[in-house]
């Protein structure tokens, strides 16, 4: 068994289901100080710790992953969630693809990088919590200033270790309209807000936000995900509340965005932002991603962008604004569903790809 295999199926071990994550970061933090980096942990919340770890000299090459998963299902698993069963080439469990292999590559990789004889360029771990609930841990680490700038930013989510060079933005919103409430054999003396919900739904549905498409991104999109209001079917409901998802391309402003929504919706809806981040493009003949590719990373193929966002939302600006790849062992089919598995055999070519392409930077 391989090195980055068997920390891999040690991190699957660990449950960190939306939390949890300082059991995680202990044993990796030990690794990474036995390997001559110098380790800050971040303490999110209690029991939510993530790490900062710096080795060598001079602006570093970022390598980031996320260390919390996401919740179990209702579904029963034929393979135990947390026991990193190995079977026929693959190895089971949450967390598997999205995304411990690539935390483990990039780790067992970085170990190995620091190992090496002559100039090397300089690194920087970051491993973050709450990712999967809006990057909440890398937007923490970045205002306590944990997180400097950097070369490049190379983001282990799973890609089956293709080169992605970037994703769409998020912009969530949640929008309320209040009313008046009265019993409901009487609702002309009520003001019905899932009346106005409804018509402030309508609006959202054609609103054009008003871009056109990017060449590799796609189009900005919009749609409706929750809505629900009233508490009982004989009252007059007073509030009434629907979830917005705006999915953004590159040079997408998304203050802009919120207000021309806003003005579409009129003063009577209310508009609560959840989450804010930025869409991610890298150039494809930039160096960074020739390196990752000459160290045998697949290439970006028809959809050259992850239909996911990543910490790179918040990370890559924090850096500098860098150029940032996705690439990791993990299968990108595979995130959040039951008897979620990793092709063993990609996350030993993930460690490959990453320590080759580290040694082609100059330092």
């Known amino acids: 068994m391989s090195d980055a295999l068997a920390l891999t199926r040690e991190l699957i071990g660990i449950d960190t289901v939306g939390g949890g994550e300082a059991a995680a970061a202990g044993p990796l933090a030990r690794r990474l100080e036995a390997a001559g980096f110098e380790v800050r942990a971040h303490e999110h919340a209690a029991g939510r710790t993530?790490?900062?770890?710096?080795?060598?000299?001079?602006?570093?090459?970022?390598?980031t992953g996320h260390l919390d998963t996401v919740p179990l299902g209702g579904q029963e698993w034929a393979?135990?969630?947390h026991a990193a069963e190995v079977d026929g080439g693959r190895l089971y469990g949450r967390g598997s693809s999205d995304m411990k292999a690539g935390v483990a590559a990039m780790v067992v990789a970085a170990e190995r990088h620091?190992?090496?004889?002559?100039?090397?360029?300089?690194?920087?771990?970051?491993?973050?919590?709450?990712?999967?609930?809006?990057?909440?841990?890398?937007?923490?680490?970045?205002?306590?200033?944990?997180?400097?700038r950097s070369r490049a930013l190379l983001v282990a989510e799973?890609?089956?270790?293709?080169?992605?060079?970037?994703?769409?933005?998020?912009?969530?919103l949640r929008m309320a309209v209040r009313g008046r409430t009265a019993h409901g054999s009487m609702p002309h003396l009520g003001d019905n807000a899932i009346y106005k919900l409804a018509r402030a739904i309508g609006r959202v549905e054609g609103f054009d936000p008003g871009v056109p498409a990017h060449a590799m991104?796609?189009?900005?999109?919009?749609n409706v995900g929750t809505a629900h209001g009233g508490i009982n079917v004989n009252s007059v409901p007073d509030l009434a509340e629907a979830t917005v998802d705006l999915r953004t391309i590159t040079g997408q402003d998304h203050a802009l965005l919120r207000e021309r929504l806003r003005a579409e919706l009129g003063a009577e809806t209310s508009l609560e932002v959840l989450i804010d981040l930025p869409a991610v493009w890298t150039d494809p003949e930039d160096p960074f991603v020739g390196a990752l590719?000459?160290?045998?990373?697949?290439?970006?193929?028809?959809?050259?962008?992850?239909?996911?966002?990543?910490?790179?939302s918040v990370l890559g600006p924090a850096c500098g604004g860098v150029p940032t790849v996705i690439c990791g062992p993990g299968e990108p089919e595979q995130a959040h569903v039951t008897d979620e598995f990793c092709e063993i055999s990609r996350i030993d070519e993930a460690v490959e790809i990453y320590t080759a392409a580290l040694a082609r930077i100059a330092p």
């Open 50 to 63: 993530g790490l900062v770890a710096r080795w060598g000299s001079g602006l570093p090459v970022t390598l």
């Open 79 to 81: 393979h135990g969630p």
């Open 114 to 148: 620091a190992a090496g004889h002559g100039p090397r360029v300089a690194l920087e771990l970051v491993l973050t919590v709450g990712e999967e609930t809006g990057c909440e841990g890398a937007i923490d680490m970045i205002a306590r200033g944990l997180v400097g």
């Open 158 to 172: 799973p890609t089956a270790n293709r080169v992605l060079l970037g994703h769409k933005g998020a912009l969530w």
């Open 217 to 222: 991104l796609g189009a900005s999109t919009v």
């Open 293 to 312: 590719l000459a160290a045998g990373a697949l290439p970006p193929g028809d959809r050259p962008a992850a239909s996911y966002f990543t910490d790179a």
